[in-house]
């Protein structure tokens, strides 16, 4: 009994979690959806500086 009662505890905690993940990210969507856009430099890499390398 005392098994299935962990175990039930284990699965209610693990769905907690996922809870938290879910609006944790989506709280870092909006973030990002409201943050400005990243420069070119960051969007494309270290090749604008020397495209001849």
């Known amino acids: 009994m005392v098994v299935i009662q962990q175990l039930e505890l284990c699965i209610e905690m693990m769905k907690l979690a996922m809870e938290l993940m879910v609006v944790v990210a989506e709280a870092v ?9 990243p420069s070119p430099f960051l969007r494309h890499g270290f090749y604008i500086i020397s495209p001849n390398l």
């Open 29 to 37: 969507r909006v973030f990002l959806s409201y943050s400005t856009p």
